[in-house]
């Protein structure tokens, strides 16, 4: 039941990081929430100052259709049109990640993995690259080096809500720290806004936190 309750949530932040996917994108490239984790990149969310390339106007556009078509949900049409952009534009992180977000979407976990170091050899701090590393993880099993990650992203970008999600859901369903998770889903409600499905998981978080700290207050 917890389970299902992250994954009704998948389709509407990926409409969400789609809408952002074509607000442009600037110096450090083009930017990407699967099971309503992770999500199409765009503008610079943080990370290194690095010399990169300026991006050309066609390039823009390029990558703009790319991701309107991803947010369509044609995985395989963007898929296709990212692949050309890199041919021209290898180096722009945001591209690789949105193609390791397609290849993943797949259960392609080895490309997903393979285009997610190509954008953190970019950028290693990139917070959207660190975000689906850190899926890629969690997914694999491996949920302290996934938290590690995710903690990376919000290190290099604090108000990257969906690390600060997947934080929440790491926290409270895999490693079983209810205040963590708590905690995390009050720092993606402040940065989003008042999102009415998240709101119920936070009372319901902080009633079991709190009756934990009844029950541990008893036990002293």
Avoid at 1 to 13: P, V
Avoid at 91 to 101: E, M, Q, R
Avoid at 134 to 144: A, I, T, W
Avoid at 155 to 172: C, F, I, K, Q, R
Wanted: aromatic share 6%; net charge negative.
């Amino acid at each position: 039941m917890w389970l299902q309750r992250y994954i009704n949530l998948a389709s509407r932040l990926l409409v969400a990081a789609a809408i952002v996917a074509v607000a442009g994108c600037a110096s450090s490239g083009p930017k990407t929430a699967d099971g309503g984790e992770s999500g199409p990149v765009t503008a610079p969310q943080g990370g290194v100052e690095q010399v990169l390339p300026e991006i050309p106007p066609q390039a823009l556009t390029m990558f703009e259709q790319a991701t309107a078509v991803m947010a369509s949900g044609d995985f395989v049409d963007a898929e296709l049109r990212l692949k050309e952009f890199l041919l021209q534009y290898p180096g722009y992180p945001g591209a690789h990640v949105n193609l390791a977000i397609i290849h993943s979407q797949n259960g392609n976990d080895q490309a997903a993995q393979d285009s997610v170091d190509r954008a953190l050899a970019l950028d290693p701090s990139h917070p959207a690259a660190l975000n689906q590393q850190g899926m890629l993880l969690r997914r694999n099993g491996k949920f302290l080096e996934a938290e590690a990650a995710y903690l990376k992203a919000v290190t290099s970008s604090p108000d990257y809500a969906l690390a600060h999600y997947n934080l929440g859901v790491l926290n409270e369903l895999y490693l079983q720290r209810l205040d963590v998770a708590l905690q995390h889903f009050e720092d993606y409600q402040e940065i989003v806004g008042n999102d009415k499905q998240v709101e119920k998981w936070i009372a319901d978080l902080t009633r079991r936190v709190a009756a934990n700290q009844r029950t541990a207050n008893v036990a002293e």
